[in-house]
């Protein structure tokens, strides 16, 4: 199987959230990946949700509400382990739609919005650290 090669930061969209051209970090380091919200609830069995940072200008107020949605584990870089909701969405990476994990995470003071883990990456990509933005690049050729 041949493996993309993707850089160490892209933009690329989520469909499936209604969130376009988002900044994202390949974080080899991180087994899970994971989407900026600032306000998440869970109301009667459904996860609510928003998605609203002013440093992202596509992260505009934009409220979703989950049916389908689970908890896992997520140990952070501190070392600490906290609790997360998990939700399954689509991402669209040099053109092709993948299905992905997202741990919802508050990721206020970090500069993007999305993590992309390893368990994402595995078996589809190869990171070149000296490279960025190499699908959001191709997608303007």
Same mark, same amino acid.
């Given at each position: 199987?041949?493996?993309q090669?993707?850089?160490?930061t892209?933009v690329?969209?989520?469909?499936?959230?209604?969130?376009?051209n988002?900044e994202?970090k390949i974080?080899?380091?991180?087994?899970?990946?994971?989407v900026?919200c600032?306000?998440?609830?869970e109301i009667?069995?459904?996860l609510?949700?928003? +998605?609203y940072?002013?440093?992202?200008?596509?992260?505009?107020e934009k409220p979703i509400?989950f049916?389908?949605?689970?908890t896992?584990?997520v140990k952070?870089?501190?070392?600490f382990?906290?609790?997360r909701f998990?939700?399954k969405?689509?991402?669209?990476? +040099?053109?092709k739609i993948?299905?992905?994990n997202?741990?919802l995470?508050?990721?206020?003071?970090m500069?993007?919005p999305v993590l992309?883990g390893r368990?994402f990456?595995?078996?589809k990509?190869v990171v070149?650290?000296d490279?960025?933005n190499?699908?959001l690049?191709?997608?303007?050729?």
């Open positions: 199987m041949n493996k090669i993707i850089g160490r892209d690329v969209d989520f469909p499936g959230l209604g969130l376009y988002i994202v974080d080899t380091g991180a087994y899970t990946s994971a900026h600032s306000k998440i609830e009667d069995g459904r609510h949700c928003v +998605f940072d002013e440093s992202h200008p596509e992260y505009a509400i049916d389908t949605y689970s896992t584990g952070s870089s501190n070392g382990k906290e609790n998990k939700i969405s689509t991402v669209i990476i +040099f053109g993948y299905k992905i997202l741990t995470s508050t990721r206020d003071d500069r993007f992309i368990q990456l595995k078996r990509f070149d650290v490279l960025q190499v699908s690049n191709q997608k303007h050729q």
